[in-house]
């Protein structure tokens, strides 16, 4: 009697999975047949050692927002800068979000938090604002996928942090849509801050990006509909633009044809800024290239001149086949030379630019102060929110100076 009871009761419960399989998925629910991987407990181990930052950014990118998505292009840099100027130079990660709404080209674009800033600034530099100008935007999917299908660590000394960027209220009205405040609970036990910058001064907005800050922990800007970014020009941009372009030249990466393939986007990346992007916006580069948080940009993986130097690879050691292009053909005597040569030029290049750089930032703290200051800038107000925050993980920020 009991086996049959058991065999009743797990035929309906196979009857009702199935029948209500629809309406989990129309919500964003589990499958109740997929395998599910546990969220594994928060550790207090460092990763490599380091301390790390973890940011994405969930932008609107609708046609109203063309003026502060030319600003995150032009900002990206000085925005890692800061966020990388405390004590433990942190590594820093960046991801990003773009979102639309329903009958759009698109509702999210999802790019994945990565140390590689160049081929997520490369990313940035594609997006065009259009689309809307019907109101509500879809902010709650926005906020799903920044918190669902990004990976974030779970390193207990990782500073993760959401910027919901956007100029109008989310959609309420969708059916099938999480809204934002499960969501938002969601990030929390996962140890993740939701800031909103609005941009312009929509009331509507401006009510739910308040909400959304509260109850995700982080803090409220307001900013003008172009950003409101310190944009200063100084005579050092060129000359940095140039010696970054160089500095990247000295780069030889080695390893198996998938892993070189790999580092070859990177450089890709690298090169697609160096045709596209605003003097400027490559001189803020160089700028944070050249600090020690920027090591990680700069470089990439398996890079061979900075393994080499390091001592954590033996050149005699590697696979004729895993050495890079440029030097495969030639004798061990003339592969020595050669990145003996590139090593000594990098060195002086590093040199020049952290000297330029310096002069750049003294330079620009001077106009900053003729032109009364910018505590009200986008620029500011993240790197205040950044401080803020990152204390729970263990970063200080001792300076109050900030790149522009």
Not at 110 to 126: E, G, H, P, T
Request: glycine share 8%.
């Amino acid at each position: 009697m009991k086996t049959k009871i058991m065999a009743l009761t797990l035929f309906t419960c196979t009857t009702a999975a199935i029948t209500l399989y629809p309406y989990y998925q129309s919500f964003g629910a589990i499958n109740p047949f997929q395998t599910v991987t546990p969220i594994q407990p928060m550790t207090n181990q460092v990763t490599n050692g380091r301390h790390q930052i973890e940011v994405v950014f969930a932008l609107d990118t609708t046609g109203s927002m063309g003026g502060l998505i030319e600003a995150a292009k032009e900002k990206i840099w000085s925005i890692a800068s800061n966020m990388g100027s405390a004590q433990s130079a942190p590594e820093i990660k960046m991801g990003l979000v773009a979102y639309r709404d329903r009958g759009d080209a698109y509702v999210t674009k999802v790019f994945d938090l990565s140390s590689d800033l160049d081929s997520m600034y490369a990313n940035l530099m594609d997006f065009r604002a259009a689309g809307g100008g019907d109101g509500p935007e879809s902010v709650n999917q926005a906020l799903y996928d920044a918190v669902n299908r990004i990976g974030w660590s779970q390193d207990s000394n990782t500073y993760r942090v959401v910027f919901l960027v956007g100029d109008a209220p989310p959609h309420m009205d969708y059916q099938d849509d999480v809204k934002y405040p499960e969501t938002i609970a969601l990030a929390k036990s996962r140890g993740i801050v939701i800031n909103t910058i609005q941009a312009g001064n929509n009331k509507k907005t401006g009510k739910r990006w308040n909400q959304i800050a509260q109850i995700g922990g982080g803090q409220f800007f307001e900013v003008g509909q172009n950003g409101s970014a310190v944009a200063i020009a100084t005579p050092f941009d060129k000359k940095l633009a140039k010696l970054s372009r160089e500095l990247d030249d000295t780069r030889l990466y080695y390893g198996t044809k998938k892993e070189r393939a790999k580092q070859q986007k990177k450089v890709e990346a690298s090169d697609k800024l160096h045709a596209s992007a605003s003097i400027e916006s490559r001189a803020r580069r160089a700028t944070f290239n050249s600090s020690k948080s920027g090591k990680t940009n700069f470089l990439g993986k398996q890079e061979l001149i900075d393994d080499i130097a390091s001592g954590r690879v033996d050149l005699d050691k590697i696979e004729a086949e895993k050495l890079p292009d440029a030097i495969q053909a030639m004798a061990p005597v003339e592969q020595k030379a050669e990145i003996k040569k590139k090593a000594q030029k990098r060195d002086e290049l590093q040199r020049q630019i952290g000297a330029l750089a310096k002069q750049r930032s003294s330079y620009l703290s001077d106009q900053v102060e003729k032109n009364g200051g910018a505590k009200d800038s986008l620029d500011r107000k993240i790197f205040e929110a950044v401080k803020e925050q990152a204390k729970g993980a263990g970063l200080s920020y001792e300076s109050e100076d900030i790149s522009y």
